[in-house]
């Protein structure tokens, strides 16, 4: 009982004191929302309006009806009209173009007969984004002239995008995002929380109160785990307001699984704080966990495709296991239940990273 | 069973790598007494306090505080002891009131007196206007009255003060000894150590350390009175040319100046040490007049740290 005050304690003077600390109460809600917008807009692996140019030497109407297709996609920007295919060349290498379209002199034979390429794409390789783009207009549809039966060539392969039909990007990268975000806020908030207590003197203090280490680490991360779910709320309301990410699964699902996100993650901070001896060093440490996080757990490469190696480091960050969460849940409809072993996991790692942290914060100074 | 000693320490040591801080430390604390460590900086106050409160294990050595052996149950302990952290550690972006709140709830002070208690204190350390001020925007003394409010609020049997005065300004140590002497006065025991002597003299009792080692220890007067040393005092014309001379005599332990005053300090073996002086200082040629005096706290300071002067 005597503990719970304590505790009680330790969670007021830290919200009064985050009250008056205006730089991380901008960051609370600072930093959701403009890695929310930079990610949202910036990061967009759906491209629209390349610059290109078209070599017609074709020049049938079976031709311009296809240019006026390959417009109508969006994807390319027709911004040129060019002779021949080293014209093509020549704006590709001075970077005017990044795709250049060879339509041959025999396209109409060609595209009657299945065994030969009918259009020819230059493609800029030094993006590597563009070649996906390349294999996207490959499969582009071209429903003209049935009498050519031309629809059967360019359907030789149907894919139906689940859970994304529009394929924005948004609704892959927010439930990462959501992620990466919560990560870098919480464990950037609880690593200094306990140095930042040595470095002024107060830790001397506490240590000499009745105050166990498990109080002050147990009090230390209540009013952040509150913190984090004002922020969840925070990502999802941008998310639907202007990136219109669905949650198709349970609400509540999502913030249990993210409850135990961030539980994990003030862990992982706190443990960081006992190591550190300085506030700087906290952060080097920070980053240390931040980079994988961003690179490694399946938020900008897809997991299946890392090698084994980098895989196992994947697996140990909690990211990697709240992305798995996230997705399921906003963009798969999955219950909580089918990703057990994904919340499993977190709590474990909640549970072991805080006895760490309370092993290693002794109440003494030797 | 109730000592009546509050601390009880037994060849008490503290070793870090290569540096023994504190070496085989006695010292018996009578209940309810203003005890004093004084020494210089390094001289292991800070680390035998930190010993005693159970922050530090100690190396080699037993001590018993408040009948409670320490570091064993330290845990019982710590709601008994005020400990007052020679820097300031209360939390600068919380107000005089929040911080002894916070206190407060952290002792488990009993809620039913615990605003009550805290506006005696406010009251008691001169701290009620201050009561929605950020501690962090105070001066050196109105911290170390809020730090001394809060290591007190619990009332504790024993307070430990690492260096309580080592920023505050000459009037706001008389009024924080007044506030030390009112609570001695109500039966806490206190442990301060100083570098101050005026402070030093304050003190029911003191121990001298010095690297580490008690050289003394005893009632301020007791010091005083066993100096094993003649003091001399010599008023000269020119100090610095009778510092010199006096320097020259082997008897001599010690010469401090102060302003044109000179401090001698000579062992007691030595039977005539006024006139051995006078003799140095007209073989040198210099007016001076020496007469024999009683021995302050620094002195007893000096004798005890002093090096002997032969192996130097």
Redesign the interface.
């Known amino acids: 009982m ?1 503990s719970l ?2 505790i ?2 330790i969670v ?2 830290e919200i ?2 985050l009250r ?2 205006r730089l991380t109460f901008g960051m609370i809600v600072g930093l959701p929302v403009i890695q929310m917008l930079m990610f949202g807009y910036a990061i967009n692996t759906d491209v629209r309006n390349l610059r290109t140019a078209v070599s017609d030497q074709s020049g049938t109407h079976l031709s311009q009806q296809f240019v006026a297709e390959l417009r109508q996609t969006q994807v390319v920007d027709i911004i040129e009209f060019v002779e021949s295919v080293d014209n093509l060349e020549t704006l590709l290498r001075r970077g005017k173009i990044s795709i250049g379209v060879v339509i041959p002199h025999d396209f109409d034979r060609r595209v009657s007969d299945r065994s030969r390429a009918a259009v020819q794409l230059l493609v800029d390789g030094t993006d590597p984004t563009m070649l996906g783009v390349a294999n996207q207009l490959r499969t582009m549809p071209i429903g003209f002239d049935s009498a050519h039966s031309t629809s059967e060539l360019s359907q030789i392969f149907e894919v139906r995008p689940f859970y994304n039909p529009e394929r924005r990007t948004p609704v892959n990268i927010i439930p990462g995002l959501m992620g990466v975000i919560l990560t870098m806020t919480m464990i950037l908030f609880t690593a200094v929380a306990i140095v930042r207590e040595r470095e ?12 166990s280490s498990t109080e002050l680490m147990v009090g230390k991360v209540i009013p952040y785990i509150v913190i984090g779910m004002l922020q969840l709320v925070l990502i999802l309301a941008v998310g639907r307001l202007l990136f219109d990410v669905p949650v198709l699964g349970s609400i509540i699902d999502l913030f249990l699984a993210a409850t135990t996100f961030v539980a994990a993650n003030l862990a992982l901070g706190l443990l960081i704080s006992t190591a550190a001896t300085t506030q700087f060093q906290a952060m080097q440490m920070m980053v240390f966990v931040l980079l994988p996080s961003i690179l490694l757990s399946g938020f900008m490469f897809p997991f299946d495709g890392m090698p084994t190696f980098a895989q196992y480091i994947g697996e140990v960050l909690p990211n990697t296991h709240f992305i798995r969460l996230t997705r399921g849940i906003m963009l798969r409809d999955a219950a909580l239940a089918e990703l057990l072993p994904d919340l499993l996991y977190l709590i474990g790692f909640t549970l072991v990273a805080m006895f760490m942290a309370a092993m290693r914060f002794s ?4 | 069973m109730r000592s009546e000693f509050a601390i009880k320490a037994h060849g008490l040591s503290k070793q870090f790598g290569q540096l023994r801080a504190v070496s085989s430390l006695d010292l018996m604390v009578p209940r309810g007494e203003i005890y004093g460590f004084l020494g210089p900086n390094g001289s292991g106050k800070s680390t035998t306090i930190r010993m005693l409160c159970g922050l530090l294990t100690p190396t080699e050595g037993t001590a018993t505080v408040l009948d409670t052996d320490v570091p064993g149950s330290s845990k019982e302990l710590k709601p008994r002891i005020g400990y007052m952290t020679q820097r300031f550690s209360l939390f600068g972006d919380l107000t005089v009131f929040e911080n002894l709140q916070f206190i407060a709830e952290i002792y488990s002070y009993p809620v039913a007196g615990r605003s009550s208690r805290i506006d005696e204190l406010l009251e008691r350390y001169d701290l009620a206007e201050m009561r929605k001020q950020l501690a962090g925007t105070m001066s050196g003394g109105e911290r170390q009255r809020l730090a001394l409010a809060c290591a007190v609020l619990h009332h504790p049997e024993l307070l430990l003060l690492d260096e309580p005065t080592s920023a505050v300004d000459p009037q706001s140590r008389r009024d924080f000894w007044e506030n030390l002497f009112r609570l001695a006065g109500g039966g806490t025991t206190i442990l301060v150590s100083t570098h101050y002597m005026d402070e030093a003299e304050r003190c029911h009792r003191l121990a001298i350390l010095d690297h580490g080692v008690k050289v003394a220890d005893g009632t301020p007067q007791e010091l005083q009175n066993r100096t094993g040393m003649h003091i001399i005092e010599v008023i000269a014309d020119d100090p610095y040319a009778a510092q010199s001379a006096i320097h020259e005599l082997e008897a001599v332990a010690s010469v401090t100046q102060l302003g044109t005053r000179l401090r001698v300090l000579i062992p007691d073996s030595q039977d005539r040490p006024g006139e051995l002086v006078e003799s140095a200082l007209a073989a040198s040629n210099i007016k001076a007049t020496t007469r024999l005096t009683t021995a302050t706290l620094e002195d007893v300071f000096v004798a005890v740290t002093m090096q002997p002067r032969r192996s130097a």
């Open positions: 005597k005050y304590r009680m304690a007021k003077k009064r004191q008056r600390d002024r003197g107060n830790l001397e203090l506490l240590i000499n109160t009745p105050l109440k003494r100074l030797d």
